[in-house]
């Protein structure tokens, strides 16, 4: 059932924001702690949101596609100590940002906005398992986070940078395991962090930005349903209500916050067609919650739909691939109607065990 889960592994490293609520990106799966003996993998992601809007009370005024093709990046090393201790370590890019409102009508009133948040994770995890049933595992996570934004909502632009600030979380969790039939099922803890942003304002030195980046819990699962034919999906839920982001100075504070946590669902089945070839189809769902969304932010939930393969070559190297077509979530700003957006999702996955 290897090839099975990696095909739909490829898929699932494309999250993003166009596809999931928040600053998410990486979703932070820990799926390479379970592989077998000695595993790396590196991933690759390439993202095309189509994001438009127009001005609710004068749609002839519209603010161009402000999404940006953006690229993402993980990595992960897998190794056992003994037949009980595992470690791994996983390199991503967990949160991130992107809009531009170059292509606005010029009566648009955020035309010439942008901003862009960035940022890296390296994530050290341990296992123990007690027998082939049950395990734990648990580490850290530093996070690296910056960012600038440029808002123009009338009157004097609002400019400013964000330096960067690590800071760390910690990771616990457990899972419950059947071989014989492929079955997995894990569950995983991070907690928030506060992060804490030198600022400038105009080239100005001002009071430190600070906010939080909120705990998470993600449940993972798997288990074959037939021969060569595996079931899999995931639940993640992010408090992203605590994270409140106020600028100094920015008149219409906070400059990026949230009203509801999210719950991102996933769910797929795969099939292995033979011993080098396997396929997955999944699809996705993030509830759209109404209310005002941000001009920074102009989505409300998501549905997607994923296919994936994985094919193994000679020397034991698997490469797996997938496509995610993703329907965004219609939003109201206070301005503006975000309706009919779409992303599309490409990504890309080298690993090898040995």
Known sequence: ????????????????????????????????????????????????????????????IGSGNIGVDYSQFSAAVKRDLNEQLSYALIIDQPYGANVAFDEADLAYPAEGTQAEVRSTGITVLGRYKFDENFSVH???????????????????????????????????????????????????????????????????????TEYEIPQSVNLDFQTGVAADTLLFGSVRWVEWTKTQINSFDYPLNPIVGYDNDTFTYNLGVGRRFSDVFAGSVSVGYEKSNGGVASNLAPTDGNS???????????????????????????????????????????????????
């Open 1 to 60: 059932m290897k090839h099975v889960t990696t095909a739909g592994a490829a898929l699932l490293l494309t999250t993003t924001i166009a596809t999931a609520g928040g600053l998410d990106r990486s979703g932070q799966s820990v799926s390479a702690l379970f592989e077998d003996g000695t595993y790396v993998e590196l991933s690759f992601g390439y993202v095309i949101p189509e994001l438009s809007g127009a001005v609710t009370t004068a749609p002839s």
């Open 138 to 208: 648990g580490g850290l996570r530093a996070v690296t986070i910056d960012a600038d934004a440029l808002v123009v909502l009338g009157g004097t632009p609002y400019d400013a940078s964000y330096d960067s600030d690590t800071q760390f979380a910690y990771v616990v969790g457990g899972a419950y395991e059947r071989p014989e039939i492929a079955l997995r099922l894990a569950l995983t803890y991070t907690s928030a962090m506060d992060i804490t942003h030198a600022t400038t304002v105009g080239g100005a030195s001002v009071p430190d």
């Open 304 to 354: 997607s739909v994923s296919l994936g393969g994985a094919y193994t070559l000679d020397n034991g190297v698997e490469i797996s691939g997938g496509v995610r077509y993703i329907l965004i979530g219609d939003a109201e700003t206070s301005f503006a109607t975000f309706q009919d957006n779409t992303a599309t999702a490409i990504g890309l996955k080298v690993a090898y065990t040995y």
